[in-house]
Structure formats: C-alpha cells, structure tokens
C-alpha cells in the first residue's frame, strides 16, 4: 500500500490538474471557513467537483477582519516573574506583543527546514512576523534557553508523534537546538523522511519524529489507491508505539488529517464515517473519532507504561488552526502581515471544538495516570495564540520565489503550517515552561 499523501499531501505540482476528480485537503481546508458557521458537525452539503465549484463567493463574504491591528505599545510594567508555588500559568489567554529581538535562528543556519517552511528562502518579502513574542496574561513566557532545555533532556529520549503539524513543531525545536549544540542525524526511514532520529552527543539526548497522523492505526488515501482514509480506532498505531519503552518523553501532534474523508472502524464493526459519499455507512463527523483516537493512545501509553512503573512525560499539542480567508490557489489566501490583537478573533467552531475535546482527554489521561506515580500528562495549549496569527503562514512561499514572473493567476498556497522561524518557536517556548515545572515538582517516585 503507497502512502502517497503524506506531507506530499502538501505538494500540487503533479496534482493540480486531478483537482477536479479528486477531493484534497486543500478543499476541504477551503472550506473552512464554513466550518465556522458550525455545518462541520454534519455532513456537508455538497462537493466540489469541479474548481469553479469551490465556494469562491461564500468564502469571500466570511472575510470579516475590519480594522489592520496596531502594534501594541510596550508591555505593561508590572509584569510579574513566575515564581515558585505559583499556580500553572494560563497560556491559553494572552497577546501578541512586538518584540525587536527575533528569532534565535535564520533558515541560512540550521539546515533542517522542511523547504515548504523555508519562507525566508523562499522570498518571502515581509519580515515583521519575526518580531512578535506571546504574552500570556498571568505571567511571563521566557524567550526559549537552548542550554537548558538541553540540559532538561539529558539522557533522554524525546519522540514528536504525529502529522506534519508534529514534523514543524520539531523542526522548530532543531532549529533553536542547533544554536548551541549540533544534533547528529543518526536515523531516517520512510517516504519524504517520515521516520528520524537525531542525537546530541553533547547531552546524550535524542530527538525523534514519527509519522502517525492518527495515532491509531490507519490507511491513509492514496492517489492510487482508497480515496477515504481507514482508521482503526481501538487499536494504537505501532509504527510508533512499538517504540514507547525507549521514549522519555512524547509529543503528539495531530488533527487535520481528521478532517479527511474516512471509513472508521472499532473491533470488526464500521462504526461509521466522515464524508465518504457512495458509501452506505452513518455519517459521524470526526470529533467523536479524534477522541476516541486520542483515548486510545493515551491509554495504552498508561497501560504499556504506568502500570509497569515506568516513567512517562506527555505532552498533547493542542489544534493549529488554519488561516484560508480567499481562495486556496490565488494569491492572498493568507496574506495578512501582523497578528490579530486578542480580542479580535474569538476561538469558535471548528478550532475551539478540536482543542477543547484534546484538552478533555489529556485531563482525563492525568486522572487515569495518577494512579501510577511515573506518567505526566500536560496539554500544550497553542490552539488560540496560533489562531491570532494569520501572518505566520509559507501561503504562497511553500514554493521559491512564487512572483518572479509576475502574480500567476493560480498560486498554491500552504495557510496551515508555518514560517520557519517564527510563531511555531513559541510552542516550543511553552514546552519548555512545561518541563521546567516538572522539574521543580519531582514526580512521586523520584
Ligand atoms: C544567520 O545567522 C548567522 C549566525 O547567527 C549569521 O552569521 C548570518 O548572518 C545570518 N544570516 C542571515 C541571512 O541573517
Ligand atoms: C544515553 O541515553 C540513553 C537514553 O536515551 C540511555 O539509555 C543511556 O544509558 C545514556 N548513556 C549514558 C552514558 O548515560
Ligand atoms: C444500507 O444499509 C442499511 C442498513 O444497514 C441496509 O438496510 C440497506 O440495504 C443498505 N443499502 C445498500 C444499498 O446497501
């Protein structure tokens, strides 16, 4: 079975002209914007067909942003330190405020940049996206301390699960890792390098990505084959799972793929599907079924190594939302150049449901841990300060110079993952707080 989507999902150049047969992620991103007059619960109501099918008009109408945001002036003065005892801080709630010293790194120096994010390669012409730093209400986010979160990871095993939300998350995380200590590619596996591991001789440290974009097992559609995605939900994808008694500590990433047309399966029953017209099952959308995936997994993780005794740190990176505001092949379909200040852009719909059902499970995961001293669950929480960042986006720089001859009148672009550097560093910001507040609260055992 070829595994042909993939992160080549992303790529057009030979699929461009199926479009009219086949329904891509790019449709149905397309459509997002009505997922947020909340249709995404049931099936939707017709399919594009053929290009001139796509919802050009309604997705134009649902372009709402009034006002350019302004940039916020310098933080307040009374900004308090995160000290000792205080309660677990709120990344959730916050803004985006101007920061003038950038990224830690460039896309010239770090060397592991999927090309699809290399945006400043790529011509990118605006730079501000690079200046901006989260800043949640309660507290402070540190800029990310390489060293230390070197440091946090001696002698361990660190493995990002998941799609190509997982992949960015990592490479972002290479990249500010790479400024202070130069990581050895010692493993790679799998189409379009699905399968990696690198090692910090330095630190003793390894850092992995697995290719699972549902976390349980799966059949992905294909160009050649299934035009559905099959998944297998009371069943953990082994591809990364028969690895887990090596890991310290996983980072899962997943959602879009979900989004898919699919075919579910529990036991030997169909339990039903996502959008698989001519197909005689129950359409049952796909929140139920990110639950059920992710409770799987999470569940086996306490099962495999909680109830061993084993230590375990788990971290759930909360859904990434998708900025298409035009169309998905004309230039501008995400080409705004700041941030949404905060209150501009309400999470909802589609977005908020996928959080908040990733939020739920990994509350019910450290309640079903606790029994076990060894296993720590922890929800990294970027869903609504990547949801203010429409301007961090490849959009049509997912390929070199996409305007040196001029605005084509088709231009793919990529509104789901983002610029390396940029906002995606401070997920890796957040992970860091995270362990550091491991580590000041041992766990049980130790
Ligand atoms: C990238 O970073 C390196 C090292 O900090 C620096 O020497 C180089 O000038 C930077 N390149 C660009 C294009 O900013
Ligand atoms: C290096 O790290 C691995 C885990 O990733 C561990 O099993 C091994 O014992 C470590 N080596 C040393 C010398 O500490
Ligand atoms: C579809 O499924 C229903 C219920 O399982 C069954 O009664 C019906 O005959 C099926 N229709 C077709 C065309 O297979």
């Known amino acids: 079975m070829a595994l042909k989507m993939g992160f080549s999902s992303f790529q057009f150049k030979d699929q461009f002209h199926s479009l009219t047969k086949k329904l891509f992620p790019w449709t149905l991103y397309a459509l997002l914007p009505i997922a947020l007059l909340s249709l995404y619960l049931y099936p ?39 000290t000792f005892d205080t309660p677990p801080c709120d990344y959730f709630n916050g803004k985006w405020i101007r920061d003038r010293r950038g990224p830690l790194y460039n896309g010239t120096t770090c060397g592991t940049i999927k090309q699809g994010q290399n945006c400043i390669k790529h011509g990118r012409p605006d730079s501000d996206y690079l200046y901006w730093r989260w800043k949640p209400n309660e507290c402070k986010l540190p800029r990310f301390e390489p060293k230390t979160f070197l440091q946090l990871i001696e002698n361990k095993h660190v493995a990002f699960v998941g799609d190509s939300m997982a992949r960015n998350q990592l490479e972002s995380l290479l990249c500010m890792l790479s400024t202070v200590s130069s990581p050895e590619l010692v493993y790679t596996n799998g189409e379009d390098n699905k399968f990696r591991k690198w ?198 720089y997912m390929y070199p110079f996409p305007f040196a001859n ?16 940029g906002a995606i560093d401070t997920w890796n910001e957040i992970f860091l707080e995270i362990m550091k507040k491991w580590e000041e609260h041992p766990r049980y055992q130790e």
Request: with cysteine; charged share 25%; aromatic share 8%.
């Open 44 to 82: 939707l109501p017709f399919l594009p067909s053929t290009e001139s099918e796509l919802p050009h008009s309604i997705s134009n109408t649902i372009i709402s942003i009034s006002t350019p945001p302004s940039f916020p002036s310098t933080p307040p003065p009374s900004e308090k330190e995160n």
């Open 199 to 396: 090692h910090f001789d330095s630190h003793n440290a390894s850092v992995s990505v697995y290719w699972s974009p549902f976390l349980v097992q799966g059949v992905e559609k294909s160009n050649e084959g299934l035009n559905h995605n099959k998944l297998y939900l009371d069943l953990v994808d082994e591809k990364w799972a028969k690895d887990m008694d090596h890991m310290d500590l996983i980072v899962l990433s997943v959602g879009h793929w979900f989004l898919h047309p699919a075919v579910y399966y529990e036991g030997d029953l169909v339990l039903g599907c996502h959008y698989c017209v001519g197909l005689n099952h129950t359409e049952i959308g796909f929140y139920e079924v990110l639950r059920k995936a992710l409770r799987t997994s999470l569940n086996s993780i306490i099962d495999r190594r909680g109830s061993k005794g084993g230590k375990i740190d788990v971290i759930v990176t909360t859904f990434s939302p998708a900025h298409f505001e035009g169309e998905w092949d004309k230039a501008g379909a995400c080409s705004k150049t700041r941030p949404y200040r905060s209150r501009e852009k309400e999470l909802e719909g589609m977005d908020g449901e996928m959080r908040k059902i990733e939020v739920e499970e990994v509350e019910d995961a450290k309640v079903k841990g606790s029994e076990f001293g060894g296993v720590r669950f922890e929800a990294l929480d970027v869903t609504k300060l990547a949801l203010l960042r429409p301007d961090g986006h490849p959009g049509p």
């Open 406 to 421: 001029g605005v084509p009148e088709r231009v793919q672009n990529d509104c789901v993952h983002w610029c390396l550097p």
